[in-house]
């Protein structure tokens, strides 16, 4: 449990660093954002590994079923976080798409993970996703973008849904299909 907390902690970090302290990482230049991407894939590989090694504490049971609302949520999550990329209309209507991304596929997967381990996962991402939007909002206005128009939001759908497919098989690889209903 211990690595996957160390490696929530380390993701957070590499994160707010430059909002917290970015009077340090500015004079980093662009090694400052290799040290951070490299701090950034060995918090992805320490929750990995932390979370696929951890006891199964439960806490709290899903409800039968609540893998399909799971399931929707994920897809819906997808294209949030995708509309920061695809610079479509939705880009024009959120302002942090990314972490709003994140914050929904924290929802979908604490409605079907009732575990120790899971609450820290998912829940230190919600946390952190919180505030970066909060720091994000009180450093800079938000100046809504212009639209790239309606074939980036198709395209954006023909991604994500490639994408879903990609996570589906992953999640059934890894012992976890997500189609079964409720995997508590």
């Known amino acids: 449990m211990l690595l996957l907390i160390l490696g929530v902690a380390l993701w957070s970090a590499a994160h707010l660093f430059k909002r917290v ?11 400052g954002k290799g040290i951070a ?3 950034l894939v ?7 590994l932390g979370y696929r090694q951890a006891e199964f504490i439960p806490v709290y049971s899903p409800p039968p079923g609540i893998g399909h609302a799971n399931n929707l949520l994920m897809l819906i999550g997808l294209i949030v ?13 959120i302002r942090h798409p990314m972490l709003y991304g994140v914050l929904i596929w924290v929802v979908a997967h604490l409605l079907v993970n009732g ?3 899971s609450l820290i996962l998912f829940g230190g991402m919600g946390l952190w996703a919180v505030a970066e939007i909060v720091l994000i909002n009180r450093q800079t206005a938000w100046q809504r973008p212009v639209s790239g128009g309606p074939k980036r939001d198709l395209a954006l759908v023909g991604v ?3 994408m879903y497919g990609l996570i589906a098989l992953v999640h059934i ?3 976890h299909n997500p189609f079964l209903g409720t995997y508590a």
Not at 81 to 93: D, Q
């Open 81 to 93: 976080f995708g509309a920061g990329m695809s610079k479509g209309w939705l880009w024009t209507k």
């Open 160 to 162: 994500v849904l490639v």
């Open 115 to 117: 575990d120790v381990a």
């Open 42 to 48: 060995a918090s992805l590989v320490m929750m990995v």
């Open 21 to 31: 302290a970015p009077g340090l990482r500015q004079p980093l230049g662009n090694a």
């Open 37 to 39: 991407a490299l701090l």
């Open 173 to 175: 690889w890894t012992g």
